[in-house]
């Protein structure tokens, strides 16, 4: 009988990398790699304890505000871009770990894109104070619940209507994120849900895409279907800018490619304010952080109060546009803040004929018969949002990333 024969060291490599040519890969990694052990875990686990944001600010308990199946928004998904894949080859991945060029990533044919994305720095929920009383937003507490007495006197509770952070994102169809673009932030008016009013009744991203211009959509929910026009985390200093800077990941990837981010964090914007909406945006023009990012301002029978900020953000900030549309409910506080225009030597002008420009003030009256319900749909003209859009869109240094450190043109 043969002996049995002895390898070298180097010949049982060759047989073991034989092997290794006959075992698929997938099997190799599962057996040759290591879970972390309960320790590694506990320890990760460990490292994000402490005084951060989701500490001071929980998670939201939507309970039963997720949209039912008949309000829900389409979510589309790049996923859903059919692939061809053949038994010879697989699909090559975005990363590829190897001494080649990086893939570049190639965005899928688009359509229109709407969805909801929940967000840390939405208006609410909102823990803080009220800063015109310097006193707890949520001011009431009964039964274990916590709510806000409005200045009506009638309580809002948190659990039903000061606790939904989502955010209507829309990205229209022709959007370039390599030409020059704007972030449209719509704040809109009290008694509003996003998908019944924002998205289907005022139509506002569809009044987006109609007007062509390279813009996105920004809707916070406020005041869910509520009398109140609280601004939530829109009170605080930055507050806007941290809600633009969070959207960017998301806008980009709604848009279909992650490179997108960093068009989105520095882009201008523009601001519109529906009715109760005129809160966030004027507190947002005073404490937001944004700066000359936000390159216009568009009320919709919206100037309720607030007058001070409106006037200090128009004298301050002659880089931008103001146009104010008005029924008879705002009209004596839009003709009050006029007035004080004029005192500082600001040109105003009362009809959209001209183009806006950098510094533009406009305010239009509207006439009798228009209602302040269907104002965001039909006010001097059909479809405003996309009007004004539009006009903004024929001057290009409305539109354009600043230079930091450019100071803003002198007043008119």
């Known amino acids: 009988m043969q002996a049995p024969q002895h390898h070298s060291g180097s010949e049982r490599w060759r047989w073991i990398g034989l ?6 890969l997938s099997f190799v990694l599962v057996q040759c790699g290591q ?25 939201p308990q939507f309970r039963d505000r997720f949209p039912t199946a008949s309000e829900s928004l389409e979510q589309r998904q790049a996923d859903d871009v059919p692939v061809k894949r053949t038994a010879q080859a697989a699909p090559a991945p975005y990363r590829v770990a190897s001494l080649a060029p990086t893939v570049p990533y190639q965005r ?28 707890p937003f949520l001011n009431v507490s009964r039964d274990g ?8 006197g009638r309580v809002y509770w948190q659990d039903e209507t000061f606790n939904d952070s989502r955010v209507l994102m829309h990205v229209p169809e022709n959007f370039d994120v390599r030409k020059p673009g704007v972030i449209v932030v719509f704040f809109h008016g009290n008694g509003a849900t996003l998908e019944r009013d924002v998205r289907d009744r005022q139509r506002v991203p569809q009044q987006i895409s109609e007007s062509g211009v390279n813009a996105v959509l920004l809707a916070p929910q406020l005041a869910v279907d509520a009398a109140d026009s609280s601004a939530g985390k829109f009170w605080q200093p930055g507050g806007l800018k941290r809600f633009v800077a969070e959207s960017a990941d998301h806008l980009a990837a709604l ?8 068009a989105f964090a ?88 001209a183009p806006l420009r950098p510094g533009s003030v406009v305010f239009v009256e509207t006439p009798e018969g228009v209602t302040h319900r269907n104002y965001v749909t039909h006010a001097w003209t059909e479809n405003p949002v996309k009007e004004v859009l539009a006009k903004m869109a024929a001057t290009p240094a409305l539109t354009r990333v600043a230079t930091t450190g450019t100071p803003s043109p002198a007043r008119r």
């Open 19 to 24: 092997l290794c040519a006959f075992v698929p």
């Open 35 to 59: 879970a972390p052990n309960a320790g590694t875990l506990a320890a990760n686990s460990q490292a994000s304890i402490g005084d951060t944001f989701d500490d001071r600010f929980p998670k």
């Open 108 to 135: 899928p044919a688009r359509e229109d894109q709407t969805t909801l994305v929940s967000l840390k720095s939405s208006a609410f929920p909102y823990l803080g104070n009220n800063p015109h009383t310097d006193e």
């Open 145 to 152: 619940r916590r709510g806000h007495r409005s200045y009506s």
């Open 255 to 262: 848009y279909g490619d992650p490179a997108a981010a960093k």
């Open 266 to 353: 520095n882009m201008p914007v523009v601001i519109v304010g529906y009715s109760g909406g005129f809160v966030p945006t004027a507190w947002s023009l005073e404490v937001g952080g944004l700066g000359d990012r936000v390159r216009g301002v568009f009320l919709l029978d919206a100037v309720y109060g607030e007058l001070d900020k409106f006037a200090s953000w128009i004298e301050n900030n002659r880089s931008g546009f103001f146009v104010s549309s008005y029924t008879h409910y705002t009209e004596r506080h839009d003709r009050d803040l006029i007035q004080m225009l004029k005192a500082k030597g600001i040109t105003v002008t009362r009809d959209m004929d």
